[in-house]
């Protein structure tokens, strides 16, 4: 096939097997209607489908706390003084309580690699029955899907180079970069992260918060029993629906705070760039601006405390 034909049908197929690689891996919209709300939706499961192992750790902090295992003392989680016996706990429980061996932060809980590994055991048993409902890709299938498609994608390519070479045709750039960016474009789509969800899965979280955005927690059960209801609600909102509740002030301004910390520092950051890169002498100990046009003020408003500040503006 002539060059400038072949590369047309090259991009035809490129564009078909990623675009096929990518319903495969999402699922057919068509039948997602399917993503029926259980009358009694398991927390663990929901919030493994949500977030993963970092999602299921905060549902089992929380109901450790109310059980009276975990408490939140100088923001840090840490294990109560007076715990009961471990042999009420969950396995999942009891694995989140061990790793907890010293007082931690929402950083920790949210980012241990340690914690994540020991819950993922326990969470296996969600992840296939999230996978059989056809919420949640396996990452085996991913890699499966995306390695075919790749094959038939690189496969092809790798003949038509062979050929144009073997033929004294060295004009094949286009087609190598086709190739290359064909496969980086298949690459972040059958990659685990971006095709953990199918549709099916998407609509069904959307269900979720659909059916139970009215839902509130039970501020009047006694503090050592967990609350079904709180525990789902953090499995499909995360903490936001527990924001306006004292009994869980601890634990969610916990979150909050770090996250607000990350932010400040960010603009902090940002923000402090942007003053080194500025042409002019502005300063926060300065009460004015001293741009190099305005000599004759900088001597008034920059005083001793400016210093070297000003330097700038003396010439």
Not at 63 to 73: D, S
Not at 268 to 288: A, L, M, N
């Amino acid at each position: 096939m002539y060059g400038p034909y072949f590369l047309l049908f090259y991009g035809l197929v490129i564009l078909f097997t990623v675009m096929g690689c990518k319903f495969i891996l999402q699922g057919n919209s068509f039948n997602s209607a399917s993503a029926e709300i259980p009358s009694q939706p398991d927390p663990y499961e929901i919030a493994y489908l949500r977030g993963k192992e970092t999602a299921v750790a905060k549902v089992v902090c929380l109901e450790l706390m109310q059980k009276g295992f975990v408490r939140v003392k100088n923001s840090r989680i840490e294990r109560s003084p007076d715990f009961y016996n471990l042999s009420r706990l969950k396995p999942i429980e009891k694995t989140f309580f061990n790793w907890l061996d010293h007082p931690s932060t929402a950083s920790d809980l949210k980012y241990s690699a340690e914690l994540k590994n020991a819950i993922a055991e326990s969470c296996q048993t969600y992840k296939q029955s999230l996978v059989n409902s056809g919420y949640l890709n396996s990452a085996q299938k991913s890699y499966l899907v995306g390695g075919i498609s790749a094959f038939i994608i690189l496969g092809l390519g790798s003949y038509k180079l062979i050929s144009a070479l073997s033929r004294g045709h060295y004009n094949v750039m286009f087609l190598i970069m086709m190739a290359i960016a064909a496969t980086i474009w298949l690459g972040y789509i059958s990659s685990p992260l971006y095709s953990r969800l199918t549709i099916k899965g998407k609509l069904y979280l959307d269900n979720l918060k659909q059916t139970f955005s009215g839902l509130t927690s039970n501020l009047t059960i006694p503090p050592t029993e967990p609350d079904y209801n709180t525990s789902l609600l953090v499995a499909i909102f995360d903490l936001d629906k527990l924001t306006a509740s004292n009994n869980y002030k601890d634990f969610v301004n916990l979150f909050i705070a770090q996250s607000t910390y990350t932010y400040s520092s960010s603009r902090s950051s940002r923000t402090s760039s942007s003053y080194s890169g500025s042409s002019g002498c502005t300063t926060f100990s300065c009460g004015s601006s001293c741009s190099s046009s305005s000599s004759s003020s900088c001597g008034s408003s920059c005083g001793s405390s400016c210093g070297g500040g000003c330097g700038g503006c003396g010439g």
